[in-house]
């Protein structure tokens, strides 16, 4: 079980925090509105009202134990940067900083974040990418060229292997799983014959996944 530590209880943050907490795990969340703690406490293993960026507060509550931290200010740039640097500098392993833009992103990598996550932007570009194709379920970008889709098997592939199919050969791009009802499938794809209602989850270059949507 890993200990977490989220500062910042906004959407994002108290929204990981809560995922975190179902999936069994300890977290520690800290926010300076009483209110946002408040409306959180019950759902988390201890929530409080602190200043982070004072490195006292941090050191007092134990930041250097924890695994991860997730930091999540909103709007206040200069805060996340500076609250970046003290969790580095009291020895926690992994920092993840939300940021709003490209630059903003680059500044926390520099003092010290160790994965930067942009949420708006990347919400925005699968809503985006599920709107260009009704056919895709959904969308994760990988890297700016390359990402997973989830995409319902067509009624042409209905009875027939991804041997048969030869889609890596055709398109240049990797099966990961088939997801079928309540079963997700990943090993020996080769053999497993597509059924009605199967969900393919595939990974390739997103010109190469375009070409797979538009020919199947």
């Known amino acids: 079980m890993k200990q977490f530590l989220i500062i910042g209880l906004g959407t994002f943050g108290a929204s990981v925090a809560r995922t975190l907490v179902e999936r069994g795990h300890n977290v520690l969340a800290i926010d300076k509105d009483m209110e946002r703690v408040q409306s959180i406490a019950a759902d988390l293993t201890y929530a409080v009202e602190a200043d982070a960026t004072d490195p006292e507060v941090l050191r007092r509550f134990g930041a250097g134990n924890f695994d991860v931290a997730v930091v999540s200010i909103g709007d ?75 995409l319902p098997v067509r009624d042409s592939m209905i009875g027939k292997s991804l041997q048969e199919l030869k889609l890596r050969n055709r398109f240049n791009i990797n099966v990961l799983a088939v997801k079928r009802g309540d079963e997700i499938y990943v090993s020996r794809l080769a053999d497993l014959s597509f059924e009605t209602g199967d969900i393919m989850i595939a990974f390739g270059g997103n010109d190469e996944l375009q070409k797979m949507d538009k020919e199947l």
């Open 76 to 150: 206040n740039s200069q805060a996340d940067v500076l609250i970046t640097l003290i969790l580095k500098e009291l020895g926690v392993p992994y920092v993840i900083v939300k940021a709003r833009d490209d630059l903003h992103g680059r500044l926390l990598s520099k003092v010290g974040a160790d994965r930067v996550v942009y949420p708006e932007r990347d919400m925005g570009i699968r809503v985006a990418n599920n709107l260009l194709s009704s056919n895709i379920i959904d969308y994760l970008e990988f890297s700016p060229d390359y990402s997973i889709i989830e």
